[in-house]
């Protein structure tokens, strides 16, 4: 099982990463850009996409990029976004992506509700 994570700066990618490998035993790829990412999409299956609210290398909009893998031929895959702020999960929400977390919220037990349903923990 397979998730790309897109944007996140290196010390909350390594926290992402560990945290889906230990509790849904999922790797990770990560992906700085969104040429990046749409090159990994295209050359694999991913159960799962989380998005940074703004990518870190480039401080590129993170809802733009949703909006532009949900238009794509990957638009089948579920897309979080990972944003502490609840304004902005709403707007994810309301462009087609399923209700995400946020980085301090990646612990709780809400968030690890939400990565069940779709990881199968």
Not at 43 to 70: F, H, M, P, T, W
Not at 105 to 114: D, G, W, Y
Request: with cysteine; aromatic share 6%.
């Amino acid at each position: 099982m397979a998730v790309l994570s897109i944007g996140q700066c290196r010390p909350d990618q390594a926290g992402i990463a560990f945290y889906l490998q230990n509790s849904f035993g999922a790797s990770t790829q990560a992906a700085a850009t969104e040429v990046e990412a749409f090159q990994l999409l295209e050359q694999g299956k991913y159960e799962l996409i989380l998005v940074n609210r703004v990518l870190d290398l480039d401080g590129s909009d993170g809802l733009a990029l949703i909006e532009r893998i949900l238009a794509s031929d990957h638009g089948d895959t579920p897309v979080m976004l990972v944003s502490n702020y609840p304004d902005w999960q709403e707007k994810a929400i309301s462009s087609g992506a399923v209700p995400g977390f946020g980085k301090a919220e990646l612990n709780s037990a809400e968030t690890k509700q939400r990565l069940q349903r779709i990881l199968h923990g």
